[in-house]
């Protein structure tokens, strides 16, 4: 079956540690991108991919980082620059064409202590 | 700016009728997207809106008005399991897919 997976589900992590999300498909989608979400608020794009190798800042991208090595896989570190790091990421990829909607992964819940 | 408005929590009965409203500002339109998401899972598609009028899928339908910058997603005939949070996207222009989201409107179904 095709998809998109993240891993691990929960991640737990002391403050000041970088840490590293997973994020693969197997959609043959060219587009993935990271959201943010906290309660509240709405999904909030943190980076985006269009092609593989090259990758663009969303609204909230300081003390985050991507690559974009493989079209597959789409890692997401959070920093230590990142000042409130817990929330919950979600992956998501779409063809990258107009009419398209971007299909989502489960989800990891970071939490940092 | 870029402003999309969602009412925060709706509450009603099951086998009842509901709306749930968007209005949106932003630079650019091209289309609109309803998802639903149960609590710590993801987001799933439910319609997408490009032109003025409503889009009929099974119990839910949702309608567009470009000139109003609005939005509605109609649920019938709820069901206890149509408990979730509902997401309005709007899909800018300029070449590409990025999507600005609502906060969400909470749907709860009562017996």
């Known amino acids: 079956d095709g998809g998109i997976t993240q891993s691990p589900k929960y991640l737990f992590r002391k403050e000041g540690q970088n840490v590293t999300l997973s994020c693969e498909q197997n959609?043959?989608?060219?587009?993935m991108y990271w959201y943010r979400q906290d309660p509240g608020q709405g999904l909030r794009l943190i980076y985006y991919s269009q092609i593989v190798n090259d990758f663009q800042k969303g609204d909230i991208a300081e003390g985050y980082s991507v690559s974009r090595e493989k079209k597959e896989s789409f890692p997401l570190t959070v920093t230590s620059a990142q000042k409130n790091p817990t929330a919950f990421y979600l992956c998501a990829s779409s063809r990258g064409q107009e009419y398209y909607e971007q299909y989502f992964g489960p989800g990891t819940r970071l939490t940092v202590t | 700016g870029q402003n999309i408005d969602q009412p925060t929590e709706m509450t009603a009965t099951e086998g009842a009728i509901v709306q749930i409203n968007c209005t949106y500002q932003?630079?650019?339109?091209?289309?609109l997207f309803w998802y639903q998401q149960h609590a710590g899972e993801a987001p799933t598609f439910l319609s997408y809106?490009?032109?003025?009028g409503l889009e009929e899928k099974g119990r839910f339908s949702s309608f567009l008005s470009r000139s109003k910058g609005y939005s509605y997603l109609l649920l019938k005939e709820l069901q206890m399991k149509d408990s979730a949070s509902y997401l309005c996207a709007v899909k800018g222009v300029g070449g590409t897919d990025k999507l600005i989201f609502g906060t969400g409107t909470r749907l709860q179904v009562f017996p």
């Open positions: 809106n490009v032109l003025d």
């Open positions: 959609l043959n989608h060219d587009a």
């Open positions: 932003t630079s650019g339109f091209n289309g």
